[in-house]
């Protein structure tokens, strides 16, 4: 099998990395992995903690850049890419522009497409935005559906996707997070907050999503700032998105408070290392919202809508969106009341179970005719 895995963005590494490693396993798989550039630093930091070395990088990221700009820098590179390359399966993830504007480049192509984390939505076509639009039209398009939960297979089902290709294999952000969490340390976080810290609760924060920037981002800084100087025996640890218009909101507010750290984006395993020690999480980030789930931290999400429901459902994230006294409320009924914090605690495997990218691989293989298989195993009675 010739297989193109494209991945753009932080996030998108991450949850292609175990799948890369699983393609890697695999003999009959001719491997090739290119990277949009879209987050140059960002990405880079992934690709180094899993090892993997690009074979293209369509180099897209310029400054200040619009959608419009990126989405034709990406187009026009992937078909140059596709037009030499012609592959059996193009492999893209989740909701980014990258990913859009590479299924779309191969659909162009006719290369089939294979979309990683199908099948998530809010029901709100600008919120988040652009993703929400991202991965319905990559739904309209795609040859395999791989939706990460039930509820996921049940919602491209209504959109009439054809019960053929949806396959349920969980998501393979666990796959990377049961690969990677035994290997971290507090070495990490000790570098970043001092010992003596070390005893403290701590609030882990991000906060990075376009639909944030501006008055919403100001309003989360404000309300960590209350949240520090009523908690002075609380320490929150703020890794900085590179974005100007996230650093302009966020330094000049948070700076001078004495128990804030702000740090530059962390690694991968430097981030888990954090999320393992915090007490809670407070997040937009969708990502952030299943590791924690996974490993039992809560997560305040910064969103009024979340295509992540099942962990709503399970007690381990609750929507507070922007608002600066929603915010400061929850956070401190999670740091007095035992009983709240005990039911948002516990760990879930609504996302999956670490086999996702296994089921994957097995998936294509059976699909492209490098294996014989029983057809039955490719859509879970959703």
Not at 203 to 214: A, K, P, Q, Y
Not at 303 to 318: H, M, N, P, S
Request: aromatic share 4%; glycine share 6%.
């Amino acid at each position: 099998m010739k297989i193109v895995v494209v991945m753009g963005t932080r996030p998108e590494a991450i949850k292609l990395a175990p799948l890369v490693a699983e393609l890697r396993r695999r003999p009959n798989v001719d491997l090739r992995v290119v990277t949009t550039g879209q987050h140059r630093e960002l990405l880079d930091q992934v690709l180094t903690t899993f090892a993997i070395v690009p074979d293209d990088d369509l180099n897209v990221m310029r400054p200040e850049q619009t959608l419009a700009e990126l989405s034709g820098r990406v187009l026009s590179g992937v078909d140059r890419l596709l037009s030499t390359v012609a592959p059996d399966v193009l492999v893209v993830q989740g909701d980014t522009t990258s990913a859009f504007m590479c299924g779309l480049g191969a659909w162009y192509r006719r290369v089939p497409v294979a979309h990683v984390e199908a099948g998530l939505r809010t029901g709100l076509l600008s919120d988040p935005f652009p993703e929400e639009m991202n991965r319905t039209l990559l739904g309209s398009l795609a040859t395999w559906h791989f939706a990460p939960t039930k509820q996921s297979a049940r919602q491209l089902r209504r959109e009439e996707v054809p019960a053929s290709s949806i396959h349920l294999t969980g998501n393979t952000v666990v796959d990377a997070l049961r690969w990677m969490a035994p290997r971290c340390s507090d070495a990490p976080l000790r570098k970043l907050i001092g010992a003596d810290l070390l005893q403290k609760r701590l609030i882990l924060v991000t906060c990075h999503r376009r639909e944030s920037l501006g008055e919403p981002m100001r309003s989360v800084a404000n309300a960590l700032a209350t949240l520090a100087r009523t908690n002075p025996n609380v320490v929150i640890l703020f890794p900085v998105h590179p974005n100007p218009a996230v650093r302009a909101v966020i330094m000049p507010v948070l700076a001078p408070v004495p128990n804030v750290i702000l740090c530059e984006p962390l690694d991968y395993d430097q981030f888990l290392s954090c999320l393992k020690h915090a007490y809670f999480v407070v997040s937009d980030s969708g990502g952030v919202q299943e590791e924690a789930t996974a490993l039992g931290k809560p997560v305040l999400v910064l969103r009024t809508e979340t295509e992540r429901q099942e962990g709503v459902k399970a007690g381990a994230l609750k929507l507070v969106g922007t608002d600066e006294h929603r915010i400061v409320r929850e956070s401190q009924r999670l740091l007095v009341e035992a009983g709240t914090y005990r039911r948002m605690c516990r760990a879930s495997d609504v996302f999956g179970d670490g086999d996702a990218s296994q089921r994957i691989v097995e998936i294509l293989e059976e699909a492209l005719g490098a294996k014989s298989g029983d057809e039955s195993r490719l859509l879970d009675a959703a």
